[in-house]
Antibody, heavy 120, light 108 residues
Framework: QITLKESGPTLVKPTQTLTLTCTFS??????????VGWIRQPPGKALECLAV???????HYSPSLKSRLTITKDTSKNQVVLTMTNMDPVDTATYYC????????????WGQGILVTVSS | EIVLTQSPGTLSLSPGERATLSCRAS???????LAWYQQKRGQAPRLLIY???NRATGIPDRFSGSGSGTDFSLTISRLEPEDFAVYYC?????????FGQGTKLEIK
């Protein structure tokens, strides 16, 4: 059974750096083809894929946010970490992590999400 | 970057009716890497359809997907009360995953 859970701060101040951790079970990021993605959703708005990291450490970022994002993995801990710099109120959103498959590029398994509010 | 445009923005129907949701891509999708998700309020999205027409595990057969190239659709043959939600399409291309803006399916 695949499960994922997001953790991190729920309130950050403008200009601060956000660090979110996705802790997962039921699969390994050392398995060929496996990946983990981060997707966000501002309140009442659509989904946006931020970044994806694969078993071979290949990383892909949203072009519009690439300069602010870093995604890393710790295979031994079954964790993926996303950092986003220079947070702004428009970054207020629910942030999800999800299991990805390199050859079947869909998100079948999702975490519950974490609402991050950016406010002074 | 491929842009997905979903229509209509809101669809008002009654239980038992048939729903057809549209997703149009700004460029032709290679390998039909097109998926549909259902999202209910306060929940994470749920994968319904992948590869344009394949139902994900556990998805009822009243849900079906079709299309190719730039035009895709999700059909719910007979709406159940639990089907009223927001639906998103998603594509993969050029190492990017992008989503449409969503269609809200509401009870008439």
């Amino acid at each position: 059974q695949i499960t994922l859970k997001e953790s991190g701060p729920t309130l950050v101040k403008p200009t601060q750096t956000l660090t979110l951790t996705c802790t997962f079970s039921g699969f390994s990021l050392s398995t060929t083809g496996v990946g983990v993605g981060w997707i966000r959703q501002p309140p009442g708005k659509a989904l946006e894929c931020l970044a994806v990291i694969y078993w071979n450490d290949d990383k892909h970022y949203s072009p519009s946010l690439k300069s602010r994002l870093t995604i890393t993995k710790d295979t031994s801990k079954n964790q993926v970490v996303l950092t986003m710099t220079n947070m702004d109120p428009v970054d207020t959103a629910t942030y999800y992590c999800a299991h990805a498959d390199f050859w079947n590029p869909y998100f079948e398994h999702w975490g519950q999400g974490i609402l991050v509010t950016v406010s002074s | 970057e491929i842009v997905l445009t979903q229509s209509p923005g809101t669809l008002s129907l009654s239980p038992g009716e048939r729903a057809t949701l549209s997703c149009r891509a700004s460029q032709s999708l290679t390998s039909n890497f097109l998926a549909w998700y259902q999202q209910k309020r306060g929940q994470a999205p749920r994968l319904l359809i992948y590869g344009a027409s394949n139902r994900a595990t556990g998805i009822p057969d009243r849900f079906s997907g079709s299309g190719s190239g730039t035009d895709f659709s999700l059909t719910i043959s007979r709406l159940e009360p639990e089907d009223f939600a927001v639906y998103y399409c998603q594509q993969y291309g050029g190492s990017l995953y992008t989503f449409g803006q969503g269609t809200k399916l509401e009870i008439k």
